[in-house]
């Protein structure tokens, strides 16, 4: 679906003109599959699924030498060895890899908590037109997507994290009362359970180390509220493509 959206702030709405500019709102569950069946049908690229890397392997045996590879296993536990010129560390904010590779993060705090639910059937008054709240310092927002569902979100502030947990779904469903122009969640049909995270943390790491580049949420893992975590991750991918791959 199209992502033109409009803010809301304590001056009013900020509406974007129509056709100036977009990105796109799409499900994982749909987005997944799309991309697995991609990678799979790309010539030269070999797809290991259930495979797990749980130790780099090194130039010379030496524990500081350049990554030269990874030692995975399977579901069976079966244990292979592949060698690589370069190894991207494409696993998320918790790296694993940068763990084995004794890579630390910087971190820096963030002071929200995150709580999100899908509708199916959600009326909004902006139709396909994605919806922000910036209420300072919470936020709330609606992402129409893909098969008619609607993605709900709510970041309140850090202090609040107590008091709304007491009744999760309940504090979930009134956040969105009384917003401008807000969502009517009457009639409309939840077909997630509300789901979050309360360490919202930011985290960076050094883009490449030797022999080990790190791309995503494993390189740079930043505020929620603007939901491009998967947007970096392919952005990221491809400046690394653009500085290794041979013209």
């Known amino acids: 679906v199209l992502n033109e959206i409009d803010l809301w702030t304590r001056w009013g709405w900020v509406r974007t003109p129509e056709g100036v500019s977009h990105g796109y709102n799409i499900r994982r569950e749909t987005l997944d599959p799309m991309l697995r069946r991609?990678?799979?049908?790309?010539?030269?690229?070999?797809?290991?699924?259930?495979?797990?890397a749980f130790r780099l392997l090194r130039e010379d045996?030496?524990?500081?030498?350049?990554?030269?590879?990874?030692?995975?296993?399977?579901?069976?536990g079966e244990i292979q060895e592949v060698s690589a010129r370069l190894v991207v560390a494409a696993d998320g904010r918790d790296s694993k890899m940068a763990r084995l590779a004794s890579v630390p993060s910087k971190t820096r705090p963030n002071n929200r908590f995150i709580y999100f639910a899908h509708y199916r059937n959600l009326q909004t008054v902006s139709g396909k037109r994605s919806q922000m709240w910036l209420l300072e310092p919470d936020t709330a927002y609606t992402f129409p997507n893909d098969d008619g569902v609607t993605l709900l979100t709510c970041l309140p502030a850090r202090q609040k994290l107590s008091a709304f947990r007491k009744d999760l779904e309940g504090s979930f469903e009134r956040f969105f009362e009384g917003l401008p122009e807000g969502?009517?969640?009457?009639?409309?049909e939840r077909v997630s359970k509300v789901m979050g995270a309360t360490n919202l943390e930011n985290r960076s790491r050094p883009a490449?180390?030797?022999?080990?580049?790190?791309?995503?949420?494993?390189?740079?893992?930043?505020?929620?509220?603007?939901?491009?975590?998967?947007?970096?991750?392919?952005?990221?991918?491809?400046?690394?493509v653009d500085e290794t791959a041979r013209v």
């Open 38 to 52: 991609l990678a799979s049908e790309t010539p030269g690229v070999d797809l290991m699924l259930g495979q797990s």
């Open 208 to 240: 490449a180390t030797d022999g080990l580049a790190y791309v995503g949420d494993a390189a740079l893992w930043s505020d929620p509220l603007w939901g491009i975590g998967i947007g970096f991750a392919f952005q990221s991918a491809e400046w690394l």
């Open 61 to 76: 045996g030496d524990e500081t030498g350049r990554v030269s590879g990874a030692a995975i296993r399977d579901r069976a």
């Open 183 to 188: 969502p009517r969640l009457a009639g409309a």
